[in-house]
């Protein structure tokens, strides 16, 4: 009987020693990589014809970005010489109407947020790269997009956008 468990403990502890280098969400990442930095995205929405200026966008889109990475890695955030630098620009900030009514007004709506992103790994270069990312929110026509609505909706664009550059950066995807 205690051979039996003496073979179950040490079963066990081969197969959670095995999956150590894996995780739920498909990131692996060396070792050695420890840190990671997120440079500040400025906002040339406004430069794009059609598009606008959200202010604070910027901000929001860095700290989502930051708090993904947070959550889904054992990564560290610094302010410099990280090995993994994430920076950019965001490109897009544009209302777009989608189907319009028999009245010619629309239907629907639809916010779509662009970001151009440039990606540096230090101990990898092979793995740098600069892609644009974007992700839309379609609401009502007869709704305005304001307050809460327009919260949920970047809050959803963000998470899709953020999500993509992580799987793009750290899961290879």
Known sequence: MRIVKFIGIIFISAILIGCGAYSFTGISLPPETKTFQVNYFENFAGSNPGSTVEPGLERDFKIALEELILNQTSLDLVKSNGDLV???EITEFRISPMTSTANNTAAQ???TIGVFVRYYNKLD????FEQRFSFYYDYPGSAQLVGSQKDTAIEEIFERITQDIVNKS???W
Do not use: D, I, K, V
Request: no cysteine; glycine share 8%.
């Open 109 to 111: 709506n639809r916010l």
């Open 170 to 172: 750290l899961a290879n």
């Open 125 to 128: 270069e092979e793995t740098n």
């Open 86 to 88: 994430y920076e950019g």
